[in-house]
């Protein structure tokens, strides 16, 4: 026999170690390793990580083969890899109901176990009594079992098992908006059994969809029928929360050494070389020991101070863990792995060494690799005062084989038996590294002939759709429908995908259908559903943000994307082709748009260079006949080809004859739409409807509707009646305001039932202090009225007046009223003359009313739900309605009608305004998509606060009144809306400028100073004080600022941490009746979202938004308190009003001294209480009490607001020494 090299004698010393340590553990029967000699458990992830080490030797041994044992023994290896995958795949597979509920529910009692026996691959704990939603885990077998099929093994071996592969892929391809248990079972790391949403299980899950995808589950000799297809945009949705998420792992666990399998093997999800190297630095410098890394900080796991009876901690005993966490060598076997790949030899051997020093010696001296290392009990006292000293012992078992076998594959790595691409034969390794610019295909299709000459006229030749044959053009709801024929199967009992979204990353490729190609238009603009994509402007702004996205996001595919584009008979602006489509047209003409490179040209140009997938799952093959369309798509496409792009006709509202002016003019319903309007811009609180007593809320759903309100001074009756008729008489409470109607309870607004008159004038009647008399011959008065009602109708030609008919005929009559007349002869309701007017307003982009009729007909704007969600997942809770009484916080993902239904409830009757809330949500998920930075430091998006805040600025820049403000808000066209919403998030300065048919235009200011019109005027000036005001453009913009950053929520960049520190340091911080303890401080740690989202919840208190800046202010300069260390204690409990008025009436006393500009309004008399106006707000308008010079005042410099908080603090503390020499740094 010949001797063997000096490698294979290595080789086959790994061998035994492996043989010895990790294969004699796996059962014969099913190939699962169980958890230890007397736990017979196997869990998902822990098999998956010790079989590792196993396959890399197999490859190992296989460069090697020259002898016949060699080849045996690599075949023995790789076979021992496929038992336990198939082991796997097979108890997967018992659960397969499960992963049918769950792509349904999402419910983590339908999800797959995490661990089940060793011995028969059957569940060993029933659904509720662990934390088995384990996305993590599922991800990564899928990543393992694709990294293993692309190495050459053959795992999977029907097709049967390919559907149900294909079925684990969507359980987890929504794994960015489902909280789960994690890497570590425990969700909360309180253990309260919480679920949480995990940045290691998001990582993983985006790791394994994109190793899936077009992967051939049958290696070399597979076919079309067992490749794997993911939906490129869901492993977008989860590759962009990672990124906003990292370095945080979930809300209460600030940082996570799980997260190092996210950055570096086996997943390699951040593709951001910066964002690698921060989440691996702050691993390092926060959870490093001597021993290993601790899992996340304040984790209780198996120390001293645990107590081993209860699975669960009590809040307040975190703190006791805090410096005594278990450390875990399985992280330097990561981190050995980590910068083998970075192929940094010098870090790899520092690691290996400090490995080596801490593991332990079996008695035939293998060296073993410990689960964790824990303090010894009577050194708990000494490692509390000096972190990190004390000698630890091992706890748990030893070996532990998911460490050891990464301790393995880093040894064959170090001794050159592996290179690392082996162990990535997908080169998953290379995403981080720089990539060539992506061109972006641009195909322009015209609806017919007439719509391709007009663009002729402008030098810009398109092809019609019958041209573009044979390639098939649909929109995306036509994709979204072939995808649920994906993962079928009958006998498995699986029945495909179930989200119905597609993403603009997917009707980016072509699609082959045996010898059809088809291409698709992009989800966002199909026309049926909403308004928005009537603004030519606005599809222009979202045509290039969508180029920009799909340059930055086009990643792991073959080819180039194609985005195709319908020029319909829709886009017409009477009848001419809007301004804003040729301009962007004729940029793409150019080749490049906004610094994206572009190619815009016919379809048939771009086959050969697109990305092109094969839709190859829609063949029968579960009967037998592959190359057949399965008979359902057949009929489908049959049916869809012809009706895909026709428009549809447009209901005609006018009638013919005129009747006699003076019988027309008799009764008008003027003003119907406004009465419904809620922004309220001119009161002293922002958002807040005066002292309304919640009492007068809740009695809100019977109150009259608004025609019935007592209007200004006499004119009771909003109908101009003639003198004859007399108004009825209205007694009516002076508090019920115009805007506090919430839709009544039993008014659905699909099908209203309206109660009758009488039971209704019952219920107003029971109401105490609320007194209606009508006289009973009123409630005939509605017969007659209709039909006077209808026949203005049809002689108005005034839009805005059908719209106030109409919305009286709705609120009296419902939406389903027949109106008696006939169209074709088919009966005409409310509902379809409000389609009709909805039809007209969009043509002539009257967009206040498009607005109102949009949200009475129940239109929806762009997939609300995804962008709630998309906000959401980036850890932005948004609230809607107005602040104090009537807000809502989303705190969790809702469903689309649950969304709708909520901001109704919220906003009452008022339509425009909850239309306008759905569709600033969608900007604002837009803008978090592309332009995160702008987000930065602010927790809490208050859509009703930036609703008022925008009619604020338009009032202030416009010099006119709350009302006309709100009116020119709710006219803003959906493009202007937008661009207002970016200036207000930037902080750009803007201006106004009229563009024709009275539309508003928002301009950037370039300059620093802005045009006269944009003052905020302080109460009436008069004379030479007006000029001054004009002359000096500064003033106003730290109030505006202030404004601003409080109606946004933004805070000072580690704001949240410094509140933390001071809490430390006293009982507690009370914020406008809201106390937060410092027992808060014993449950989390300073950098956890869950403390920050308690400071906000307190701050959310504060209607004023200038207001609730000052408090911020106050906050900061506590926080230089205690970062200076200027005293040991701060005391009691703080009130930090108190500090604000403080900070005010110092600022008074200095403004006499100097007699600056608050000796006009607040600093007048020594008292400044009787300088209240009789409203009881102050006489300069400025919020809280607070003179409006403090608020407009720069925060630096001897008068400005830090200096007198500094000074209000110093006198209102008692912790602060009076007297002596004190260092006092203010930065």
């Known amino acids: 026999m010949r001797s063997r090299s000096n490698s294979g004698v290595r080789l086959d010393y790994y061998q035994r170690i492996v043989h010895r340590l990790i294969m004699a553990h796996q059962e014969p029967v099913t190939g699962l390793f169980p958890a230890s000699k007397n736990n017979s458990h196997a869990w998902i992830r822990d098999n998956v990580y010790c079989i590792l080490a196993v396959w890399g030797l197999s490859m190992a041994y296989k460069k090697i083969a020259d002898q016949d044992e060699d080849r045996a023994k690599c075949y023995e290896l790789e076979q021992s890899c496929v038992k336990l995958m198939r082991g796997l795949l097979m108890a997967m597979m018992n659960q397969k109901d499960k992963v049918e509920r769950f792509k349904m529910t999402q419910n983590p009692l339908d999800s797959l176990h995490a661990k089940y026996s060793s011995k028969n691959g059957q569940p060993v704990v029933g659904d509720g009594e662990w934390g088995h939603l384990q996305i993590d885990a599922v991800s990564l077998y899928l990543l393992i079992l694709a990294q293993m099929t692309a190495s050459g093994l053959q795992i999977v071996f029907s097709l049967d098992e390919v559907s149900f592969i294909q079925n684990l892929v969507f359980y987890i391809e929504s794994a960015y908006c489902i909280p789960d248990y994690g890497i570590w079972e425990r969700g909360d790391k309180t253990n309260h059994g919480e679920p949480e949403l995990n940045a290691s299980s998001i990582g993983m899950a985006k790791a394994a969809l994109e190793a899936m995808n077009e992967l051939d589950l049958f290696g070399a000799r597979g076919g079309p029928a067992s490749v794997i297809h993911v939906l490129a945009d869901e492993a977008h949705k989860c590759q962009a929360v990672l990124q906003s998420m990292l370095p945080r792992e979930s809300n209460s666990k600030e940082l996570d050494s799980g997260l190092l399998c996210v950055i570096g093997f086996p997943a390699f999800a951040a593709d951001d070389p910066q964002l690698i190297r921060n989440t691996k630095d702050a691993i390092l410098s926060r959870l490093q020991g001597k021993y290993g890394c601790k899992r996340f900080l304040r984790d209780g796991y198996r120390t001293p101070k645990e107590d081993p009876t209860r699975l669960y901690y009590e809040r307040w005993e975190l703190r006791m863990f805090e410096n005594i966490e278990c450390e875990w060598p399985l992280f330097f076997c990561y981190l050995i792995l980590f910068h083998s790949f970075q192929n940094d030899k010098l870090s790899v051997k520092e690691y290996a060494d400090r490995l080596e020093k801490i593991m332990v010696r079996s008695e035939d001296g293998t060296l073993l690799i410990p689960e964790s290392y824990a303090v010894p009990i009577d050194l708990v006292p000494n490692e509390y005062q000096h972190p990190g000293s004390q000698p630890r012992e091992v706890v748990g078992r030893c070996p532990f084989l998911w460490g050891q076998s990464l301790f393995i594959l880093g040894r064959l790595l170090q001794e050159g038996f592996l290179a690392v691409g082996e162990l990535d034969p997908l080169n998953r390794r290379l995403g981080a590294q720089k990539k060539p610019d992506v061109v972006v295909q641009v195909v322009i299709i015209a609806e017919d002939n007439e719509i391709r000459d007009k663009l002729t006229e402008h030098d810009l030749h398109v092809q019609t759709i019958a041209e573009v044959a044979p390639i098939e053009v649909q929109p995306a709801r036509v994709l979204s429908h072939l995808y649920t024929y994906l993962g079928r199967n009958r006998k498995l009992g699986l029945t495909g995908r179930k989200s119905r979204d597609v993403g603009i990353l997917s009707t980016s490729k072509l699609y082959s259908l045996k010898d059809r190609i088809f291409a698709f238009t992009p989800q966002n603009i199909d026309y049926e559903e909403y308004y928005t994509t009537r603004d030519p402007d606005l599809l222009a702004s979202n045509f290039t943000t969508n180029l920009a996205f799909l340059t930055n996001n086009w990643r792991h595919m073959l080819g180039r994307p194609t985005i195709t584009l319908m020029?319909?008979?829709?886009?017409?602006?009477?009848?001419?082709?809007?301004?804003?489509?040729?301009?962007?047209?004729?940029?793409?003409?150019?080749?490049?748009?906004?610094?994206?490179?572009?190619?815009?040209?016919?379809?048939?140009?771009?086959?050969?260079?697109?990305?092109?997938?094969?839709?190859?799952?829609?063949?029968?093959?579960?009967?037998?006949?592959?190359?057949?369309?399965?008979?359902?798509?057949?009929?489908?496409?049959?049916?869809?080809?012809?009706?895909?792009?026709?428009?549809?006709?447009?209901?005609?509202?006018?009638?013919?004859?005129?009747?006699?002016?003076?019988?027309?003019?008799?009764?008008?319903?003027?003003?119907?739409?406004?009465?419904?309007?809620?922004?309220?811009?001119?009161?002293?609180?922002?958002?807040?409807?005066?002292?309304?007593?919640?009492?007068?809320?809740?009695?809100?759903?019977?109150?009259?509707?608004?025609?019935?309100?007592?209007?200004?001074?006499?004119?009771?009756?909003?109908?101009?009646?003639?003198?004859?008729?007399?108004?009825?008489?209205?007694?009516?409470?002076?508090?019920?305001?115009?805007?506090?109607?919430?839709?009544?309870?039993?008014?659905?607004?699909?099908?209203?039932?309206?109660?009758?008159?009488?039971?209704?004038?019952?219920?107003?009647?029971?109401?105490?202090?609320?007194?209606?008399?009508?006289?009973?011959?009123?409630?005939?008065?509605?017969?007659?009225?209709?039909?006077?009602?209808?026949?203005?109708?049809?002689?108005?030609?005034?839009?805005?007046?059908?719209?106030?008919?109409?919305?009286?005929?709705?609120?009296?009559?419902?939406?389903?009223?027949?109106?008696?007349?006939?169209?074709?002869?088919?009966?005409?309701?409310?509902?379809?003359?409000?389609?009709?007017?909805?039809?007209?307003?969009?043509?002539?982009?009257?967009?206040?009313?498009?607005?109102?009729?949009?949200?009475?007909?129940?239109?929806?704007?762009?997939?609300?739900?995804?962008?709630?969600?998309?906000?959401?997942?980036?850890?932005?809770?948004?609230?809607?309605?107005?602040?104090?009484?009537?807000?809502?916080?989303?705190?969790?993902?809702?469903?689309?009608?649950?969304?709708?239904?909520?901001?109704?409830?919220?906003?009452?009757?008022?339509?425009?305004?909850?239309?306008?809330?759905?569709?600033?949500?969608?900007?604002?998920?837009?803008?978090?998509?592309?332009?995160?930075?702008?987000?930065?430091?602010?927790?809490?998006?208050?859509?009703?606060?930036?609703?008022?805040?925008?009619?604020?600025?338009?009032?202030?820049?416009?010099?006119?009144?709350?009302?006309?403000?709100?009116?020119?808000?709710?006219?803003?066209?959906?493009?202007?809306?937008?661009?207002?919403?970016?200036?207000?998030?930037?902080?750009?300065?803007?201006?106004?400028?009229?563009?024709?048919?009275?539309?508003?235009?928002?301009?950037?200011?370039?300059?620093?100073?802005?045009?006269?019109?944009?003052?905020?005027?302080?109460?009436?000036?008069?004379?030479?004080?007006?000029?001054?005001?004009?002359?000096?453009?500064?003033?106003?913009?730290?109030?505006?600022?202030?404004?601003?950053?409080?109606?946004?929520?933004?805070?000072?960049?580690?704001?949240?941490?410094?509140?933390?520190?001071?809490?430390?340091?006293?009982?507690?911080?009370?914020?406008?009746?809201?106390?937060?303890?410092?027992?808060?401080?014993?449950?989390?740690?300073?950098?956890?979202?869950?403390?920050?989202?308690?400071?906000?919840?307190?701050?959310?208190?504060?209607?004023?938004?200038?207001?609730?800046?000052?408090?911020?202010?106050?906050?900061?300069?506590?926080?230089?308190?205690?970062?200076?260390?200027?005293?040991?204690?701060?005391?009691?409990?703080?009130?930090?009003?108190?500090?604000?008025?403080?900070?005010?009436?110092?600022?008074?006393?200095?403004?006499?001294?100097?007699?600056?500009?608050?000796?006009?309004?607040?600093?007048?008399?020594?008292?400044?209480?009787?300088?209240?106006?009789a409203s009881g707000m102050l006489l300069c308008g400025g919020a809280a009490y607070i003179c409006q010079h403090l608020y407009d005042s720069a925060p630096s410099g001897s008068y400005g607001t830090m200096t007198y908080m500094a000074r209000a603090v110093a006198l209102v503390l008692d912790c602060v020494p009076k007297h002596g020499e004190m260092e006092c740094v203010i930065s």
Not at 708 to 724: C, G, H, R, W
Not at 1067 to 1085: H, P, V
């Open 567 to 1173: 020029a319909t008979h829709y886009m017409l602006d009477q009848d001419k082709i809007p301004l804003a489509m040729i301009q962007t047209m004729r940029k793409l003409k150019s080749g490049y748009i906004n610094g994206t490179r572009v190619m815009l040209s016919n379809l048939k140009d771009f086959l050969n260079t697109s990305a092109i997938t094969d839709l190859s799952f829609l063949g029968s093959t579960e009967d037998g006949y592959p190359d057949r369309l399965h008979p359902d798509v057949q009929a489908y496409l049959d049916e869809h080809l012809l009706r895909s792009f026709s428009h549809r006709g447009m209901m005609k509202l006018h009638g013919g004859h005129l009747r006699p002016r003076q019988l027309r003019r008799r009764m008008s319903c003027k003003g119907a739409i406004k009465k419904t309007r809620s922004i309220n811009v001119d009161s002293d609180n922002l958002g807040m409807e005066g002292p309304t007593p919640l009492i007068e809320r809740r009695l809100s759903s019977v109150v009259p509707p608004p025609w019935l309100q007592s209007n200004k001074a006499n004119n009771i009756s909003v109908f101009d009646t003639t003198p004859e008729e007399g108004p009825p008489n209205l007694v009516i409470d002076p508090l019920i305001r115009e805007n506090i109607y919430p839709i009544d309870p039993h008014h659905n607004r699909s099908a209203i039932e309206r109660r009758s008159e009488f039971t209704r004038q019952q219920e107003i009647q029971a109401i105490p202090k609320i007194l209606v008399q009508r006289h009973r011959t009123d409630t005939n008065f509605a017969d007659t009225e209709v039909e006077e009602l209808i026949a203005m109708l049809r002689e108005t030609e005034n839009l805005e007046e059908q719209g106030d008919i109409l919305q009286y005929l709705v609120d009296t009559q419902g939406l389903d009223f027949n109106t008696g007349m006939l169209e074709e002869g088919r009966v005409v309701t409310v509902r379809d003359l409000l389609k009709g007017l909805y039809e007209k307003a969009c043509q002539q982009k009257l967009w206040g009313l498009v607005r109102h009729t949009a949200g009475m007909l129940g239109k929806r704007v762009e997939d609300l739900a995804k962008a709630v969600t998309d906000l959401l997942v980036r850890q932005k809770q948004v609230t809607v309605g107005m602040p104090p009484n009537n807000e809502y916080t989303i705190t969790a993902p809702l469903p689309e009608l649950e969304l709708r239904q909520l901001i109704h409830d919220t906003y009452g009757d008022d339509e425009s305004t909850a239309m306008l809330t759905q569709e600033l949500m969608v900007y604002l998920a837009m803008f978090i998509r592309t332009e995160p930075q702008l987000f930065h430091e602010m927790l809490r998006l208050r859509v009703g606060l930036i609703i008022q805040v925008m009619a604020k600025e338009l009032s202030r820049t416009l010099n006119c009144d709350g009302e006309a403000a709100s009116e020119h808000l709710l006219n803003l066209s959906p493009f202007e809306m937008k661009n207002l919403l970016y200036h207000i998030l930037s902080g750009k300065e803007f201006a106004v400028s009229s563009v024709a048919r009275g539309n508003l235009s928002i301009v950037s200011c370039k300059s620093s100073r802005v045009s006269k019109k944009s003052q905020i005027g302080l109460g009436e000036q008069e004379g030479d004080d007006a000029i001054i005001a004009t002359i000096d453009d500064r003033q106003g913009q730290w109030l505006r600022r202030r404004r601003l950053d409080g109606a946004l929520n933004r805070v000072p960049r580690d704001f949240y941490s410094r509140v933390w520190s001071v809490l430390e340091k006293c009982q507690g911080l009370a914020i406008e009746g809201r106390i937060l303890q410092q027992s808060l401080t014993q449950e989390m740690t300073p950098g956890e979202l869950k403390f920050a989202l308690e400071v906000e919840t307190a701050l959310n208190q504060i209607p004023q938004p200038e207001y609730r800046q000052l408090v911020v202010e106050a906050l900061m300069v506590l926080t230089l308190m205690t970062e200076h260390n200027m005293v040991p204690s701060l005391g009691g409990i703080i009130y930090v009003e108190h500090l604000v008025h403080k900070a005010n009436q110092l600022f008074l006393e200095d403004q006499r001294k100097v007699q600056g500009d608050a000796m006009l309004c607040c600093a007048k008399s020594k008292e400044g209480k009787d300088q209240q106006a």
